[in-house]
């Protein structure tokens, strides 16, 4: 399983799942886009190269996040596929390459909108069996 959502008031709140960090946050941004639309849909025709940084792994998701609502926003684009995401750095410095893949929002029936990434209840976990995100977004 890579992503499931919680009943949470007016907001979305989901959990995403990897072996390693960088598969947890690609997950994130999978379960985040699959709010709006069916993602196994979305066909991977256009790509952008996504890349932020930020002194804390929460910053990171959360800059991460509206980056990718960014390009929902200017260049309407739906994401399902997140290639050769690598994260770097250490506490203090951390950054986040990758190439999005999706194709445009007006193909595809969508429902509802996210206005924004929240820090409410966000969390990274590191297990044993590997890493646990949960993010709330506002819609």
Same mark, same amino acid.
């Given at each position: 399983?890579?992503?499931?959502?919680?009943?949470?008031?007016?907001?979305?709140?989901?959990?995403?799942?990897?072996?390693?960090?960088?598969?947890?946050?690609?997950?994130?941004?999978?379960?985040?886009?699959?709010?709006?639309?069916? #993602?196994?849909?979305? *066909?991977?025709?256009? %790509?952008?190269?996504?890349?932020?940084?930020? =002194?804390?792994?929460? /910053?990171?998701?959360?800059?991460?996040?509206?980056?990718?609502?960014?390009?929902?926003?200017?260049?309407?684009?739906?994401?399902?596929?997140?290639?050769?995401?690598? #994260?770097?750095?250490? *506490?203090?410095?951390? %950054?986040?390459?990758?190439?999005?893949?999706? =194709?445009?929002?007006? /193909?595809?029936?969508?429902?509802?909108?996210?206005?924004?990434?929240?820090?409410?209840?966000?969390?990274?976990?590191?297990?044993?069996?590997?890493?646990?995100?949960?993010?709330?977004?506002?819609?």
């Amino acid at each position: 399983m890579k992503f499931r959502y919680f009943d949470h008031t007016a907001d979305a709140m989901f959990e995403s799942y990897g072996k390693t960090m960088d598969e947890a946050f690609a997950n994130a941004g999978l379960a985040m886009f699959n709010i709006l639309t069916d #993602i196994s849909k979305v *066909e991977a025709v256009k %790509s952008f190269a996504v890349k932020v940084s930020a =002194d804390t792994l929460k /910053k990171l998701l959360f800059d991460f996040f509206d980056e990718l609502l960014f390009l929902l926003d200017t260049e309407h684009m739906l994401f399902s596929r997140f290639d050769n995401l690598k #994260i770097k750095g250490e *506490e203090g410095s951390y %950054s986040l390459e990758c190439t999005a893949f999706g =194709d445009l929002a007006s /193909k595809y029936e969508t429902h509802g909108d996210i206005k924004a990434p929240t820090y409410n209840e966000m969390s990274i976990k590191k297990t044993e069996s590997g890493v646990i995100i949960r993010a709330v977004v506002d819609i």
